[in-house]
């Protein structure tokens, strides 16, 4: 079975956030999928299969190194490179992504040799509440004074439900999971948790446990551009850069918008380059 593997939200290879796709995976099952994906070791691997037989619509699986996702940022970013390098050809393309989460859109363009732009609408964001958990700072090692003066935490799903925590510039360097905080995300309804300075726009994401942390985070830039309309910080359909990645030594950008009123968001975009580092082939499958 032959795979790509591409970087994501960087023009440039080795950098970005790594990803595998799997083009051809119509006959894997799920248990396989994901002893490849941890086999591979990246912090996440895309499993297409081609969908009524159109050259523009496929489904996708997501994989990180634990479980299957409903949804996937970066993973359907780079999986719409690699359908456009598969299918040749400069200008654009559109391509239809079916995950288990929603089916999404994403245009790509050919920038040069093994060189891809994609933007993917994330479609309507849902705004689930505002919660004030308490000590929220220390779940990552900060004090309260970190906090954002005027920005508070909420609940934010394009597919994924990331409780955004807004804290004041220079607070992300010094941030850290010491402990996991799945338990207390899911209490409150989230899934996730995006630290995120609204003032210079960059963020940090790790897995739960803080065991790994994540070099850039499609899912949630979506929720963030959506965030930032609702509250002010984001005019309508005004592209922003938001970054991420940099303490993982792996400087990534993604280019975030939202489309629509503050209190009516219809979509929100996320886009950035994609970068073709290599072809493979697995010799074997698991069984």
């Known amino acids: 079975m032959h ?3 591409v970087d994501v939200f960087s023009g440039t290879p080795f950098s970005g956030n790594s990803l595998t796709v799997f083009p051809d995976a119509a006959d894997l099952s799920g248990s396989q999928m994901q002893r490849i994906t941890e086999e591979m070791r990246h912090f996440e691997s895309i499993f297409l299969e081609q969908r009524d037989g159109r050259d523009d619509a496929w489904r996708a699986r997501v994989f990180d190194l634990a479980e299957e996702l409903d949804f996937a940022g970066h993973p359907v970013i780079g999986a719409a490179s690699v359908l456009h390098a598969m299918a040749g050809g400069d200008g654009s393309r ?8 929603r089916t999404v859109e994403v245009v790509t363009e050919h920038r040069g040799p093994g ?5 993917l609408d994330q479609g309507a964001p849902q705004f689930l509440g ?4 308490d000590g929220v700072a220390s779940w990552f090692s900060l004090d309260e004074a970190d906090l954002h003066p005027e920005l508070r935490p909420e609940i934010v799903s394009t597919g994924l439900r990331y409780l955004i925590v807004p804290v004041r510039p220079g607070a992300l360097a010094r941030a850290r999971i010491a402990s996991d905080i799945g338990r207390r995300l899911a209490e409150l309804g989230a899934q996730f948790a995006y630290l995120l300075d609204a003032d ?5 994401h790790w897995n739960n446990d803080g065991v790994v942390e994540d070099v850039a985070t499609g899912s949630a830039a979506g929720c963030v551009a959506a965030y930032l309309r609702r509250h002010g910080r984001l005019e309508d359909g005004e592209p922003r850069t938001l970054r991420q990645g940099q303490y993982c030594g792996r400087p990534s950008e993604m280019t975030v918008s939202a489309h629509g009123g ?8 996320v886009g950035g380059e994609v970068a073709v580092v290599a072809r493979g082939r697995l010799e074997g499958l698991p069984r």
Do not use: C, M, Q
């Open 262 to 269: 503050p209190e009516h968001i219809t979509s929100v975009r």
């Open 94 to 101: 559109t391509w239809s992504l079916e995950l288990k989460a």
């Open 200 to 204: 210079d726009l960059e963020g940090r």
């Open 115 to 119: 060189r891809y732009a994609s933007v």
């Open 130 to 133: 505002r919660p004030e958990p």
């Open 3 to 5: 795979y790509f593997h």
